[in-house]
Every structure is written in structure tokens, then in C-alpha cells.
């Protein structure tokens, strides 16, 4: 029987990503000697080399054998833990992700940071081999390199090693290459046939090996699942080797054929009688597993089927509304029916949109890492603080919001945070401090990043975005609407071009990002005392909370509740003329624009008047406006379609919907209406009307 190993390296890849993480993040908490920290950075190291060698990526099972063999020393107490070596076993890792990315593509890795980094790590070891002083080996202690006539082993699993892709009959075809083996099977553990768990490993096995190999070369063939097992191992020769375990079954008296296209199958020969006490020791029952692996594509499946059961049982309240004034027996019990149908859809979304939440953690995890190497590159002192990790989100928004936030915090740590001295001199603590948080706001979530540095400068970026000509030089901007030009395309303030930043893109695409996710991002700023970056964002990409709205005489469209500010009925004196725009609307303490969807969109029907419309005012791309609409139809969650999969994309529309009664709902995009609806005209005039009125306050004041 051939077993086809290639059905596992999806899972080991998956697992192997996972220890590069925890080795990475245990690095940078490494405080010394931590015998603790440093085992489980061993371990993680050790489980992807042997991993690589069994499925024949031996690229990055020779890399990894160099960065375990230094991890080795670590622990053992033979190196100390020195921060050049933290930062040569943090370059490490980068190139076993560089090495594990090339084998999951079938690709050669040809980064030649790899074989500079190999080569400083052997002459690390080199180093310490010199220094080192060799001790001689207690007397009674067996070497690991003493070869020996043949070994006796108790091999005994964890009951869930199945679970991980382990296959014990392959390790035994391993062992005998080494030599001549026996192999017993221990069934004291078997359940009775109506609880047996097929996933679960109830059987325990004793071996007996006969060649001369060395124990390393019989511990080697354990080594990937070392931590999944217990393995008690004695030279074949001592005589006070264990002898058998109570249930045991000879397996096979013969040596294994270790061929994996034709393995030989392994028959029962003969029971061994029990003896009163058995060497193996009893294990607990299996625990039961918390949590399973499934493949992102089948939740995606049935996020889509759910979403579909969501639009048919609304159909059916449709219908349900129309006949439940009828005078039949049956109809109050199909209204009951229809209502108990329609809490238990949405109870049934909510859990299967659940399955897709992960908390933020998985974000934020990357970036003690990058904060550690970019502040040692800029010579700055930084403190990373991390608050709400458990916040939980969408896969698909986690996946896309990564990117925007990495530009973020690169950011801070370049232009926001000063030089220790200049911290100094300004009487601040020499360390600077970035701090992520998340947390939920309704049906959102908020991501800020914060840092105690210089603040924007207002000043130099007014200037540099006149340079530029970003904004004409006579244009009166207010504090908030000159730190909103950093989002502009092309603008930079750094003098000289980096790889950290200054290459005049970055911030805009940050805010398109974002808005392509349906959220939007702002910044506040106090001079020497530090800004913040906060981002707002829908929790999934599947749903949307929506304020339904009539345009024109029978278009009904979908306006996100994140973007409404509010709503209200258009009042005349709050008008005001403006050339190139119908007019503009005192809002509170500010001018905003008006846009006419009809007319945006160019929607038949004749165009409702100003005074008889309805105002909805959003917020999108930092700037707010008054969308006029016909009439309000009720807030609801629907299920978004992306118009661009099924139609085309269309500027102002972000996607669609399929209401109750069967129709089309257009979902609205609010960043690009705001685009659509002024041009740079409108918002010169726009900017010179808050600004008189800034000014006229200050005047009074």
C-alpha cells in the first residue's frame, strides 16, 4: 500500500508558517536565559527541519538543521543569549519563510541573503566550538554516537498524532532501513468497537531493531513528531531492558520492506501472553479536540448559500406581509412560522459569519518585528503597545487592512517619532511610543495608530503641498483640512528618498484601500505631543448594514450606515448660492455641498425639487456632503453582490443587493460619489467658505 504524502504539505506548510511566527515572536520577548522561551523556539525550528526532510525539502531542512544546531547550544547552557544572536536567529527566520514560500510555489529560492545568513550561523557555531572546552561524558550515560548491536523502543503516541498527518507505519519503514525489525503492537488501549474514534491512536507499539546504527540515527527518524509522543529507547545488549507489555500482538518477525510504492501489510501473528503488570504505561483519555482545519473555500461556499437563504426568507416575509390580513385558517399559523423563520435565519447568519471572524491579534502580531528592525535602523528607542487583539473582524477585510497599516506604522516610526536626543531636548522620555488598539463601535471596528511623537507640521505641509501644486497658493485651509493632504497622491515631506518612505506614494493609496473595504481614515494631530491614525472599517465584506433610500421616481438604492452622519429634511435657510453647484448647506458649524443623486446618476423621471427632497449627510474621503433623495425606505442588512464580478465596475457603486420582493438594490459608494459630485473647483470654493468662517469666529472670539 503506497501512501501519497503530498496530500499532507498543505497542512505542514500551514503549521510551519505558524512556527516561524511563534519563533519570531519569542525571539523579540527573549529576556536572557529563558529555558522556557528558548525550548519552544527549539522546538518550532526542529518540527519544521524535520517536517522539510520528510516531505523532501531538503533546501529548507539543511537551513533550518543550521539555526536549530545554534538553538541547541542556546538551551543547553553552552551559549549565552546575546542580542547579535537574536537578531542573526531573527534573519534566520525571514529566510525559512523565504525558503517554505519557494517550496509551497515549486520554485527556487535564489535570495542571496539565504547563504549569507547560513554562512554567519556556522561561523557562530564555529566560534563556539573553539571556546568551547570538551567534557568528558558521565560514565553510565550511553553517547548518542556509540554504535550498538540493535535497540529496543517503546514507541507511545499522543492518541490525537493521527490528527497532524503522521503516519507511524512510515516511520517503521524508516527503521528499517537501519536493520533488522520486530515490531509489537500494544492493544491494551483499544475501546470497545461503538467508542472507538477513527481519527484517535488507541495503540501503542514495542520494537526491536537489530544492526549497528547509532541511537541518534534511531532518534532521527522520530524527530518530527518528538513532541507528539513519548520514545524510551535502550541498547539491545542491557539486560535490564523492559520486557513485554500485558495485550501485546507480534506484528511482523520479519524485517519491514521499506518501500513506500510497495509496503508490505502488516498481519497479526501471534498473541503474546499477558504478563500482571504492563511496562506501557496507561494514558488519559484523548481530550477532545477544540477547534478543526477547513478549507477557506468551503466557508466561503457556505457564507454564499447562507446569504441566499437570507434573501429567499425575506421574499417569504414579503409575501407573508401581503397575506396576512387574509381570513384563512392557516394564515396566522404561516405568519408564526414565517417570523420564527426569519429569527433563526439571521440567529443561523450571524453564527456562520462567526466562523470567518479572527481576532485583529493576527495583524498586529507582525509588527513587533517590524518595529524592532526599522527603529535599530533609524537609531530610535521605541516602545510597541498593543490593546484589543482579541477585537475579531472578518478573514477577508484582516487580509486586505495588513497592508494600509504597515504604511501606518512605518510612518510613525519614521516622521512621527524623533531622534533620542531631539526626545531629550524636548523634555520627553528618549524611548518614543507606538501603540495600535482596536475595538468595536457598533457594527464596525475601529484600528488607531497613536504615537507620543513630534505631531504633524501643519506649516511644511501647506508648503509642500503649494510646491507641489497640490492646492492653489490663495486657497485658506483649516488645521484639519491641511492634515488631510497627506492622503493626497504624490505628496511627501521627506527630503531625501528612502527605503522606509519618501517616495512621494504611500498615504494616498492607504486611504483607496481602505475605502475599497467600505471604511475610511482620518488623523488628528497636536503639535509635540503625537498623532493618531484612526481607521473605521465594516466587520465582514459578506453583509452590510444599509439605509435604503428612493431615488428618481422607482430606483432604490443602499446608502452604508457608516458613512450617514444624518439625516434630516432640507431647511431653506440653510442654503447658500454657490457658482458651479445648486448651492451650499450650513451643516452645524460648516459648509457642505449638495449632490442629487438623480441627476448624479442620470435617472429617468422628472427631478424632484430642492425644498421637497430629503438631505441624507455622509462622511467619505475626509469630507462630508448632503446627498439629496426622494424619500427613506427603512434600514436593513443585505447581502452584498459584487458588481464588478457579475456586471462590470461602475464608478459611485460599490455593489449590489437583491431586496425581498426579488428586486436589484445598488449599494452606493459614498468616496466615490464625493468624488463624482464636486470637482476641484467646487472644492475651492468649498475650502474659502469654512475658512472665512473659521476666520470670522476667531474675529468675534
Excluded at 461503538?194 to 541518534?216: F, K, N, S
Excluded at 535502550?234 to 518477525?253: G, H, I, K, R
Excluded at 497658493?473 to 488631510?484: C, K, T, Y
Aim: aromatic share 4%; net charge negative.
Amino acid at each position: 500500500m503506497s501512501v501519497d504524502l503530498s496530500q499532507f504539505i498543505p497542512t505542514f506548510l500551514e503549521e510551519s508558517f505558524e512556527g516561524l511566527e511563534l519563533m519570531e515572536s519569542s525571539l523579540l520577548d527573549l529576556d536572557g536565559c529563558d529555558e522556557e522561551t528558548i525550548n519552544a523556539i527549539f522546538r518550532a525550528a526542529h518540527s519544521i527541519k524535520g517536517g522539510a526532510g520528510t516531505f523532501g525539502f531538503n533546501a529548507v531542512s539543511e537551513f533550518t538543521h543550521i539555526a536549530e544546531t545554534l538553538l541547541d547550544e542556546m538551551r543547553s547552557g553552552r551559549r549565552s543569549v546575546e542580542s547579535d544572536l537574536v537578531n542573526l536567529l531573527l534573519e534566520a527566520v525571514d529566510c525559512i519563510r523565504s525558503l517554505l514560500e519557494a517550496a509551497r510555489d515549486g520554485v527556487d529560492c535564489d535570495d542571496p541573503q539565504i547563504e549569507t545568513v547560513a554562512e554567519r550561523l556556522k561561523a557562530a557555531l564555529d566560534a563556539s566550538d573553539d571556546s568551547t572546552e570538551e567534557v568528558p561524558s558521565e560514565p553510565q550515560a550511553v553517547s548518542a554516537n556509540a554504535v550498538n548491536r540493535g535497540w529496543t523502543l517503546q514507541f507511545i503516541p499522543q492518541p490525537q498524532m493521527l490528527e497532524t498527518g503522521n503516519e507511524p507505519l512510515l516511520m517503521f519503514q524508516a527503521l528499517a532501513d537501519l536493520g533488522e525489525l520486530t515490531v509489537l503492537a500494544v492493544v491494551d488501549q483499544l475501546p470497545e468497537l461503538q467508542e472507538l474514534v477513527p481519527q484517535t491512536l488507541y495503540i501503542q507499539w514495542q520494537l526491536e531493531l537489530i544492526g549497528d546504527c547509532t541511537e541518534a540515527q534511531v532518534r532521527e527518524v522520530f524527530e518530527w513528531v518528538e513532541d507528539e509522543c513519548e520514545l524510551i529507547l535502550e541498547p539491545l545488549d542491557n539486560p535490564d531492558a523492559a520486557p513485554p507489555a500485558a495485550d501485546v500482538v507480534a506484528v511482523t518477525s520479519v524485517a519491514l520492506v521499506a518501500d513506500s510504492a510497495q509496503a508490505q501489510a502488516i498481519e497479526p501473528v501471534v498473541a503474546a501472553t499477558p504478563t500482571k503488570e504492563a511496562v506501557v504505561p496507561k494514558r488519559k483519555a484523548a481530550a477532545e479536540s477544540s477547534s478543526i482545519r477547513v478549507d477557506i473555500d468551503k466557508v466561503d461556499a457556505l457564507i454564499n448559500r447562507v446569504g441566499e437563504l437570507v434573501i429567499t426568507q425575506s421574499m417569504l416575509s414579503q409575501v407573508g406581509h401581503q397575506v396576512a390580513d387574509m381570513e384563512h385558517p392557516a394564515t396566522e399559523s404561516l405568519y408564526a412560522g414565517l417570523s420564527q423563520l426569519e429569527r433563526n435565519t439571521r440567529d443561523l447568519q450571524e453564527e456562520v459569519m462567526r466562523i470567518r471572524m479572527m481576532p485583529i491579534s493576527f495583524v498586529f502580531n507582525r509588527f513587533p518585528r517590524m518595529v524592532h528592525d526599522i527603529s535599530g535602523k533609524l537609531g530610535k528607542q521605541v516602545e510597541l503597545k498593543l490593546s484589543g487583539e482579541q477585537t475579531e473582524l472578518d478573514k477577508t477585510v484582516m487580509e486586505k487592512i495588513g497592508d494600509p497599516m504597515v504604511h501606518l506604522v512605518r510612518n510613525s516610526l519614521d516622521h512621527g517619532l524623533e531622534t533620542p536626543a531631539d526626545r531629550r531636548e524636548a523634555g520627553k522620555d528618549e524611548c518614543g511610543t507606538v501603540q495600535l488598539n482596536a475595538y468595536h463601535q457598533g457594527g464596525y471596528i475601529v484600528i488607531e495608530i497613536s504615537d507620543d511623537g513630534r505631531g504633524l507640521n501643519t506649516e511644511r505641509i501647506l508648503e509642500k503641498a503649494i510646491d507641489k501644486g497640490l492646492v492653489p497658493a490663495d486657497n485658506l485651509l483649516s488645521e484639519r483640512e491641511i492634515n488631510e493632504l497627506v492622503f493626497m497622491p504624490g505628496f511627501s515631506t521627506a527630503d531625501e528618498v528612502s527605503d522606509l518612505s519618501g517616495r512621494g506614494v504611500g498615504m494616498d493609496v492607504v486611504r483607496r484601500n481602505i475605502e475599497s473595504l467600505g471604511g475610511h481614515v482620518s488623523v488628528t494631530s497636536e503639535p509635540g505631543v503625537g498623532s493618531t491614525f484612526t481607521i473605521s472599517l465594516p466587520l465582514t465584506l459578506a453583509i452590510l448594514d444599509g439605509q435604503l433610500i428612493r431615488v428618481g421616481e422607482e430606483e432604490t438604492c443602499v446608502i452604508p450606515l457608516v458613512s450617514i452622519v444624518e439625516s434630516q429634511q432640507v431647511s431653506a435657510s440653510a442654503m447658500k448660492p454657490m457658482a458651479g453647484q445648486e448651492s451650499l448647506y450650513r451643516f452645524r458649524d460648516e459648509y457642505i455641498p449638495l449632490i442629487h443623486l438623480q441627476k448624479l446618476f442620470q435617472l429617468p423621471g422628472k427631478v424632484t425639487s430642492l425644498d421637497s427632497c430629503l438631505l441624507v449627510i455622509v462622511e467619505g474621503g475626509g469630507t462630508k456632503v448632503g446627498l439629496l433623495v426622494d424619500e427613506l425606505l427603512g434600514q436593513q442588512q443585505v447581502v452584498i453582490k459584487s458588481l464588478e464580478s457579475n456586471y462590470r465596475r461602475v464608478q459611485g457603486l460599490s455593489g449590489a443587493t437583491i431586496l425581498g420582493d426579488g428586486s436589484v438594490a445598488l449599494i452606493i459608494d459614498i468616496a466615490g460619489v464625493v468624488k463624482m459630485g464636486l470637482d476641484n473647483d467646487s472644492r475651492k470654493v468649498l475650502t474659502h467658505h469654512n475658512r472665512q468662517r473659521e476666520l470670522l469666529e476667531e474675529v468675534q472670539i
